[in-house]
């Protein structure tokens, strides 16, 4: 093993020689390899928090038809570092009131909860933090944690807008779980496993996106509404209740929850590529032929993860940057009337295709999920279509009754 | 003092220590927190035991769910001079000596007999604990069917708990 | 691993009559529920104590754990709201001035 295809195992194997060959106990030395290992992912998912900033910044820009930062830096690449600068020389107020405790501890929660995600993602078979056996579950665990931050941080500010924005984005993000976990199951169903590298695996064939579109459609329109971002992000609209949650955060306080925001939607990239797009790998085989077997490096496959994640994170700011605001109940009345039953509905036939199709070759199985997915659709459609005639109806009937009774007493 | 008795001590002191706020702090939403704490380290606790799987429904269920729960259900009956004042009865002694009295007699029954005071055992490596665990809850000659009566008894604390709470005139 | 099972067990019984304590002299209903909920934990603690330590490979001790898990959360739901409804007629959720039926 050198270096070029394993890494991480390569390195603390080296690390372990010089540690014990110091004399340490071999308990500590695990300790201590840990622990730097822990700091460098932690620095990683910092550094690329940082390159988001100005990322986001672009794209919106270019989104609003127009240049975005250029004047820092060529293509104002050094914009991020000024924006620090900014929030971290400002003044840090605490609101008169606040429950000190609480108001601090708020948004180091709300990083932390996302770079506990870091954990489980894979950058490559080689290269990730741990291979957890119940990955999935964990990403719907860090999510609570994270609504957990958001309740903190209203209740601590002792405002009623900031209270009022936590409860309406926690309503909205615990609600958003349902749709979510049950469409997690989809991908668990067709890797038979919950474990990260077991669905990259299981992708090699073919891509979940093609063998259950509807899930990824899905999971991204839950993932969206859990980041608070628009169109869901009436939590922390400007025009309506004055950023919400985050109101009294000032300086730096407030950076973080804004850095923390923006790796989120990252992370929730990530997930996608390895959920739905194959993650590292994914190259429907192309990856045995002799010719492209450097395609199993390491390095590589962690670029090709962070270009997949990369596409994911510009196809959330896409929807961001497209979309008005949905309005509470609209959003709540969405999740529950529509959303979720779709994800049963989805699931049901996922794990009753997955076993009457198991017999078919590769091509069979995967037209024959993908076709479901589309009737699916169609009849959902249908019963929107249907849906919204009725209200339509209904609207024009009481239109034309009121203009009835505005002629009669007249 | 081996790693794992370490942790496991930092681990239970986390516990107790947070469950003892819990139980005497005098603001109601840093009771609801300190119970988050709590939870927070049984979950650690299962990690130690190896039921991973626990270890994380116990962070979606009870520290995503039941916690914020609490915490809004504090917020939605808060007046003011409710945080103010006592929050324990006169007579919190009695409740004392009696979870004192309880405890004592509990640890002398667990010291008593000998048989708690193995060490595990170690899981073999052919055993999934999480495919058995799955298995176990839809087997029919496992535990499908306290796993389907749960299922009902949430519907019907779903359906109560909506209907409970709406407030609505009948 | 070098722990006792007795332990465990201590842990379990002290997270107990912690939770004891906080139901029978709290004022507050809600903070009643918070000791049952530590109780609760208390319990499954001991569940899956002596799934670990006795049998792994039979998944007993995890199965009881879940349903405790899902009984707790059904509880937790009823309770809160009945706290909730009793709040919005009699404006308290102090257990001992909740003492008068319908009238």
Redesign the interface.
Known sequence: MNFLNDPINFISGWMRDLLTGWGLSN?LTT?IIYFIGITVLIIFAMTLDIILVWVERKVVARFQDRLGPNRIGPFGLIQPFADIIKLVIKEDITPAGADKL?YNLGPVLAIASVIILWAILPLSSKIFGVD???AV??L??A???G??SI??GG?ASNNKYA?LGA?RM?ANM?SY?IPMVVVLLIPTILANS?SVQDITQAQSGMWFAILSPLALIIFLISAIAELGRSPFDLNEAESEIVAGFHIEYSGMKFGLFYAGELLHAFTFGGFIAVLFFGGYGGFFGLEKVGLFSWLNNPFVQAVVFLAKAMFGYWVIMWIKYSMPRIRIDHMLAFNWKFLTPLALVVLVNTAILSKVLAGLPNWGYALGMFFSNIVIGLITIEILRAYGRKQRKAEGNLTLQSAHNQEQAV | MT?DQIIFLLCAMLILGSALMVVITRKL?HAA?WL?ATLFGVAILYAILQA??LA??Q??VY???I??LF??AV?LTRREMLDKGVQTRSTWWLPAILGVLILTGLVFIIIGQPAFGRSAGEIPASVDT?RNLGAALVSPDAYVLPFEVASILLLAALVGAVYVASGNKK | MSIPLSWYLILAAALFSIGLFGVLSRKNAIAILLGVELMLNAVNINLVAFWRYTDPAKMTGQVFAIIVFAVAAAEVAVGLALIISVYRRRNTVIADEIDLMKW
């Open positions: 308990g300790a609480l957890l056996n119940v579950l964990y719907v665990a999510g609570a944690l609504t957990l309740i903190m209740w209270l409860f926690v615990i779980e919950m | 790693a939403i927190l988050v991973g799987f994380v429904v962070v979606v520290i995503g769910a916690a914020v915490i809004f917020m999480l």
